[in-house]
């Protein structure tokens, strides 16, 4: 049986703070999403060379930053000296990829719903989802509200070992036909699939299991209501401004 699901994950999450107008995974998006009334906002956690948890989606560096290589071979001293924020638009540059604690003392502080990522190296789960539990451990507020997920279960299960007060939602991108049993096995409370992917009858089997649907990436208005007529819980999108109507 699936866990209680807390009643709490609004309907429009902003996807790696507001990544549409802001450089994604950085204080500044996350600043953005707030200003723009995210109600909930998602971003990404994985860790450095030397087991600092800090906020990144990729393996490595190269795409989001003017650094290049595997983040796991770089310590936090040398991930600190690269611009984050360049890349996006010239008046992000100089913005840092930011530590996890910071990035949750800022959602915390505002009252912003959390649906922190896991997102480890192949290879570094274990360590990843440690570093991740202990920096919640010691900046999120007790009974805050927060989801964790990941598409890695092994992450998922050492995580659970470490706070198995918090709720767990499984991410896939094709939804596997054996998506209850996952979800069941890993005590996870949320299926989280690429929108291209959901259906009606995926919805309501989700439902009938006492589970929820949260798809991802939802950029268009059009295509976000046709997803919520199927009954899709929520959505993530780049956009919450546009979403928010």
């Known amino acids: 049986m699936a866990q209680p699901h807390p009643q ?20 500044a998006s996350i600043s953005r999403a707030i200003e723009l009334g995210a109600e909930a906002m998602e971003f990404d956690a994985t860790i450095s060379r030397d087991g600092h948890a ?11 930053s003017d650094g290049h290589g595997p ?19 010239p008046e992000f540059k100089g ?14 502080s505002n009252g912003v719903v959390l649906n922190l990522e896991i997102k480890p190296t192949l290879g570094w789960e274990e360590p990843t989802a440690r570093a991740v539990a202990a920096t919640l451990k010691r900046v999120w507020p007790a009974g805050a509200p927060i989801l964790v997920s990941s598409m890695s279960p092994l992450a998922l299960d050492i995580f659970h070992d470490l706070m198995p007060h918090i709720s767990l939602g499984l991410i896939v991108d094709a939804v596997p036909e054996q998506w209850r049993q996952r979800l069941d096995r890993h005590g996870c409370v949320s299926l989280h699939c ?12 989700v439902h009938d299991g006492g589970y929820r649907l949260y798809v991802f990436t939802v950029n268009e208005t059009a295509r976000a209501e046709a997803l919520f007529a199927m009954g899709v819980d929520a959505i993530f999108t780049d956009y919450p401004e546009r979403m928010s109507a």
């Open 71 to 89: 983040v796991v071979l770089k310590t936090l001293d040398e991930i600190a000296t690269l611009d984050a924020g360049g890349w996006f638009a």
């Open 95 to 108: 913005e840092r990829i930011p530590l996890l604690s910071d990035a949750l003392e800022l959602v915390a």
């Open 194 to 205: 690429h929108h291209a992917f959901a259906t009606k009858e995926l919805a309501d089997a």
């Open 8 to 27: 709490y994950m609004p309907k429009i999450i902003a996807h790696r703070g507001a990544c549409g107008s802001a450089p994604e995974n950085t204080l």
């Open 54 to 64: 800090i906020l990144l989606h990729d393996f490595d560096v190269d795409r989001c």
